[in-house]
């Protein structure tokens, strides 16, 4: 149980494009996702934290408006990275908790992501 | 704020061996949520064990426990009979606001 899908697992893209990622819960409801960047070699960062049906927040720093996530059901986060440039490539990891997990995070496999 | 501290940033150990990996960290809570998580060179966080602060008893996942001492704010991974399997990089965390620490690399040696 407890599983988390991210789609697609890489992507590559042209600088000024838009990339939008998928995260899935695939067999308990997610009452929060969370998105993660991990630079190589270091730990994850949390980017934000979206509840289903609210506005995400934010973490200080990150760009809201570059950063654009969509929580629209108990079962699917999407995060767009909006006009990407080539200092956005990176790691996205999304995770997701929900009511009988309590606070446990269920992590996705990431997406790869390569600005051009 | 929660800061999360693990001061090994590279262990290893012999295959069928213990390892005890450290993590310590800050807060102000009295009821909070500790987890480690470990993530293979697949890149997929995988949960290995978690504590509920309220809970004075160790957790223990299989070949995995850990050493909590709330007034220390210390919070050790034990790993047993250690396997190949097992190398990866291990990383502390502190829930609700999920604050990672800076990972462990672990190399199990054949």
Redesign the interface.
């Known amino acids: 149980g407890a599983v988390v899908s991210q789609h697609p697992s890489w992507v590559i893209c042209k600088s000024g494009t838009s990339v939008k990622i998928e995260c899935r819960s695939l067999d308990f409801q997610a009452t929060t996702m969370?998105w993660y960047r991990?630079f190589p070699k270091?730990?994850?960062m949390?980017m934000a934290?979206s509840n289903e049906g609210s506005k995400a927040t934010y973490e200080q720093g990150v760009e809201k408006d570059k950063f654009l996530i969509n929580h629209a059901s108990l079962t699917l986060s999407t995060l767009t990275v909006t006009s990407a440039h080539p200092e956005d490539s990176s790691?996205y990891?999304c995770?997701a908790s929900g009511r009988s997990g309590?606070?446990?995070?269920?992590?996705g496999?990431?997406t790869r992501l390569t600005v051009l | 704020a929660q800061t999360v501290t693990q001061s090994q940033p590279e262990m290893s150990v012999q295959e069928a061996e213990t390892v005890t990996l450290s993590c310590t960290y800050d807060t102000s809570e009295s009821d909070y949520?500790l987890?480690w998580?470990k993530q293979p060179p697949?890149?997929?966080?995988?949960?290995v064990i978690?504590q509920e602060a309220y809970k004075q008893q160790n957790a223990t996942e299989n070949r995995f426990s850990v050493n909590f001492q709330k007034a220390a704010k210390s919070f050790s991974l034990k790993i047993s009979d250690s396997q190949l399997g097992d190398a990866a990089m291990y990383?502390c965390a502190y829930?609700?606001?999920?604050?990672?620490?800076?990972?462990t690399r672990l190399s199990v040696l054949p």
């Open positions: 969370f991990q270091q730990s994850l949390l934290t790691f990891i995770s309590g606070d446990t995070q269920y992590f496999p990431g | 949520y987890f998580y697949s890149r997929q966080m995988i949960l978690r990383f829930g609700q606001n999920f604050v990672f620490g800076p990972g």
